[in-house]
């Protein structure tokens, strides 16, 4: 999708160093990679293309002067609703091309998510809060306890969710790898196969021999199983901590993954066995499975393959989430991630971003009965994806029932992320989804994964304070009781007591609305 | 290596203790495996070996196969051969849907012949089949040879990437991205080679090649 005009590109001949001494600095014109900055014939920075801003404000940050102002321009456009800037500009797109709309990133807009849930902390009434600064809370989740030989023991209740190398660059593949290693969390191949360094990496070791970690204390990695089975072998399947068997995702449930041939890079390319520039179009479904008894078969030959030793977990768009979740636990996978509405993409198109799939707050709750009805909640852990933003989300998402949850788009935002929408052009300017060697070695791994690390650090810490305040010393005892929905709609759909009523609306009394 | 191979009776057994008693007699010998059709994924990921499956085969046999030596004397099942790596696996008789799926490398033969989607998202390996196909047969191979004596169905080689479909009998359709190209010596010399050490009978000049028109696709978005 374009986003012409959407950004407003003011830069202040005053303060700008180039006006006042020509080719002394053009750090703007060499950083930007949608060309918005030019050189005239006085060799004056100009601001030459205002319409290919996406506004990712790479430029203003590295302005040395502070001249350059990025502003949304949309603001004035919004009252003409449903006419608004991006619906005429994607018309016009379509108009003038015949093709739809792809973008990265993720669902633009308001849908139902968790602002309108509020967390109920611990009074008279309920057990005392504890004390955050002096006692303990047990922030610890295991997966395959019961059933593997080398159980997951996350330090946090956090993974990264799949991310694939292709769609981002290697050293953010890296960066995240290092950070896990840092916050004994899961990091995920996703399903462009794996960078060489990323099992050693995750597991906290700088070099392959693993003899001394230089991270501690050690994460997981989980390697993914998918559709298109890219780079994919025994080798590989025993390269992880885990196996993920992808069957959707939450920015393009029913398709399968979406790399455009701007991002077949030769490296890219080696790894998932296709030639150079050519797009790598998953398909949308295993072409090895025909039935739901094809897939439990499969996670049991990738428990053979594996020697038994590691989770199987399974990646679920947002559709069904009841029947879907009944159906993955059914297979005998150790954990389920379901990944919502909201969920991010590294390209996907318009209409299937912004229009297909459920709410994450609105999936949890029937994924969580599924497991329920099956006797297998708290043994299968699942894992709330799309849309988590740090601690609080975190809260809310294991309140409602989940063991965990993932952070997607917000690992690529600590990683420096802006939210301009173009990850599927590969030319990210903080060389997170980008190919493109000028544009990767601005992102070192290990001072970004200590950014990514610190922010889960930091969300760790947001959520040991609600779990402590709400009356817990495990996060594994937060349960529905300790959230309340501020309006009726979220109380329609979650099935919360509603703020004021402090009751579930009616229908939900007798069992679960259904 | 001893002179009579080992012999694992899986009647009765699940997937676990048939696949570890497997991988246990494998250190020493050759195995042959008996009343294993219940069992789907048999013989995943191994290195290497030369296995013998007498009679049907379950699903998946040899998926992820790294480099052992799998020869069916009966049917295979679904999915034989899925995503190999390395190493051969021959069947005897036919196939199901979807023989030698996603495989990165080695060989697959199906003697007899093989259901729809075979040699689906092929990466690279060899794959034979001395009967016909079904529908969609080498559908989105990105590399590799596929070898059909017989005949194939609709879509065959559809959104073909990289790699050649060399066929001697017809087809119902062809897919996407198809050109029926000219045989070189070298296309003719390869198959010879092929047909020849895996006793199939065939005329290798009889067949017409199948390559890609390009190998960036045109899909619309």
């Known amino acids: 999708m374009s986003t012409v005009g959407a950004f407003c590109v003011t830069l202040n001949k005053d303060q700008c160093i180039n006006s006042k001494m020509p080719g002394k600095c053009a750090t703007c014109v060499e950083i930007c990679p949608y060309g918005v900055y030019g050189l005239n014939g006085e060799n004056e920075v100009v601001v030459q293309n205002y319409n290919a801003c996406v506004g990712c404000r790479l430029c203003a940050e590295f302005c040395p002067e502070n001249a350059i102002r990025i502003n949304p321009a949309e603001s004035e456009l919004v009252s003409r ?76 209740p956090f993974i990264f969710p799949a991310m694939s190398y292709g769609a981002l660059s290697k050293e953010a593949k890296l960066a995240l790898a290092i950070a896990a290693a840092r916050t004994g969390i899961l990091t995920n191949t996703g399903e462009g196969g794996v960078v060489e360094e990323e099992p050693y990496f995750a597991n906290g070791f700088e070099k392959p021999e693993r003899k001394r970690k230089a991270w501690e204390p050690g994460g997981y990695l989980a390697v993914q199983w998918s559709t298109g089975r890219w780079g994919v072998s025994a080798d590989y399947l025993n390269a992880g901590d885990a196996v993920e068997v992808k069957i959707g995702q939450g920015a393009k449930p029913g398709m399968g993954g979406h790399l455009l041939g701007e991002k077949v890079t030769e490296d890219v390319a080696r790894i998932r066995g296709i030639p150079v520039g050519s797009d790598a179009l998953s398909p949308c479904r295993y072409y090895d499975v025909l039935t739901l008894e094809d897939v439990k078969k499969q996670v049991e030959f990738l ?42 993409t590294g390209c996907s198109p318009e209409v299937v971003t912004q229009g297909v799939g459920i709410p994450t707050i609105a999936l949890i709750g029937p994924a969580v009965r599924a497991l329920k009805d099956l006797g297998v909640h708290r043994k299968v852990k699942l894992f709330a994806l799309g849309g988590i933003r740090g601690g609080l989300d975190a809260y809310k998402a294991m309140a409602m029932g989940a063991d965990g949850v993932g952070f997607g788009s917000a690992a690529e935002i600590a990683m420096g992320c802006r939210g301009c929408m173009a990850c599927h052009q590969g030319n990210c300017p903080y060389g997170i989804t980008s190919q493109n060697p000028k544009m990767r070695e601005r992102l070192d791994p290990e001072e970004i994964g200590q950014r990514l690390a610190n922010f889960i650090n930091a969300s760790a810490e947001e959520l040991k304070i609600l779990t402590m305040l709400s009356g817990h010393s495990d996060v594994g005892e937060l349960s529905e009781e300790d959230l309340r929905a501020l309006d009726v709609d979220t109380a329609a759909i979650t099935g919360l007591k509603l703020v004021g009523y402090e009751r579930p609306l009616p229908w939900w009394e007798n069992g679960h609305g259904d | 290596m ?12 699940d997937l676990r203790a048939a696949s570890t008693e497997l991988k246990s007699m494998l250190a020493k010998d050759s195995v042959i495996v008996r009343n294993s059709s219940h069992l789907h994924g048999l013989c995943g990921g191994l290195k290497s070996g030369t296995i013998v499956i007498e009679g049907e085969g379950g699903d998946y046999l040899g998926v ?11 049917d295979a099942g679904k999915y034989v051969a899925d995503n190999m790596t390395a190493g051969t696996v021959i069947v005897a008789g036919d196939a199901e849907y979807g023989a030698a799926q996603y495989c990165y490398g080695g060989t697959v033969v199906v003697k007899g012949n093989a259901g729809d989607f075979t040699a689906t998202m092929n990466k690279g390996a060899t794959i034979l089949v001395g009967g016909c196909v079904g529908d969609e047969a080498a559908t989105y191979m990105v590399a590799g040879d596929v070898i059909i004596v017989g005949d194939a169905g609709e879509n065959l080689g559809n959104y073909l990437i990289r790699g050649n479909i060399y066929i001697q009998g017809d087809w119902a359709s062809l897919g996407h991205n198809c050109a029926v190209v000219d045989m070189g010596a070298e296309d003719v010399q390869k198959l010879e080679a092929l047909l020849k050490k895996h006793g199939l009978a065939a005329d290798a000049k009889a067949f017409r090649k199948i390559a890609p028109l390009s190998d960036k696709p045109f899909y619309s978005h």
């Open chain 2, 2 to 13: 001893a002179d009579a191979p080992s012999v694992l009776d899986a009647k009765g057994k």
């Open chain 2, 64 to 74: 992820v196969n790294a480099g052992a030596v799998i020869e069916m004397n009966g």
């Open chain 1, 303 to 344: 428990r053979d393959i594996t020697n038994y030793e590691i989770p199987i977990w399974m990646k679920l768009g947002p559709s069904r989430p009841y029947e879907d979740v009944k159906a993955a636990a059914l297979a005998g996978v150790d954990a389920i991630s379901i990944d919502g509405l909201v969920g991010g």
């Open chain 1, 81 to 156: 609703y449903p006419w608004t800037l991006g619906t005429i500009e994607e018309i016009h797109h379509k108009a003038l091309t015949g093709s739809y709309g792809l973008r990265g990133f993720g669902t633009m807009g308001r849908t139902p998510h968790f602002d309108t849930i509020v967390v109920v902390p611990s009074q008279l009434s309920s057990p005392s809060p504890r004390d955050k600064y002096r006692e303990e809370c047990n922030m610890q989740v295991v997966i395959g306890e019961e059933t593997c030989e080398k159980p997951i023991r996350l330090q946090y």
